[in-house]
């Protein structure tokens, strides 16, 4: 199996989830503006200031969609993923 289709498909599962997550919520909008609001504030600041401790990620449309969808944790996972 290609692994981009592995990868894509990891993707889309995990949109999928964080769909169902912020549909089971009581407040749906608020808690999906809040999980994007968060998500790309931490990686613009990762961006801005990460590279200070060796953690800048760069602004791509991969990066940005990934911390929109997923949140906060997808930006930790980066760096993390950097560091390993």
Same mark, same amino acid.
């Given at each position: 199996?290609?692994?981009?289709? #592995? =990868?894509? #498909?990891?993707?889309?599962?995990?949109?999928?989830?964080? +769909?169902?997550?912020?549909?089971?919520?009581?407040?749906? #909008?608020?808690?999906?503006? /809040?999980?994007? +609001?968060?998500? &790309?504030?931490?990686?613009? &600041?990762?961006?801005? /200031?990460? !590279?200070? +401790?060796?953690?800048?990620?760069?602004?791509?449309? =991969?990066? =940005?969609?990934?911390?929109? +969808?997923?949140?906060?944790?997808?930006?930790? !996972?980066?760096?993390?993923?950097?560091?390993?």
């Amino acid at each position: 199996m290609n692994t981009d289709l #592995i =990868f894509y #498909i990891a993707c889309g599962v995990s949109a999928a989830v964080m +769909v169902i997550y912020y549909l089971k919520r009581k407040h749906k #909008i608020t808690s999906a503006l /809040f999980g994007t +609001v968060s998500g &790309i504030t931490a990686l613009l &600041i990762t961006n801005r /200031f990460g !590279g200070a +401790v060796g953690a800048d990620l760069p602004l791509n449309t =991969f990066n =940005f969609l990934g911390s929109a +969808v997923l949140g906060a944790p997808f930006v930790a !996972g980066m760096v993390i993923i950097k560091y390993i």
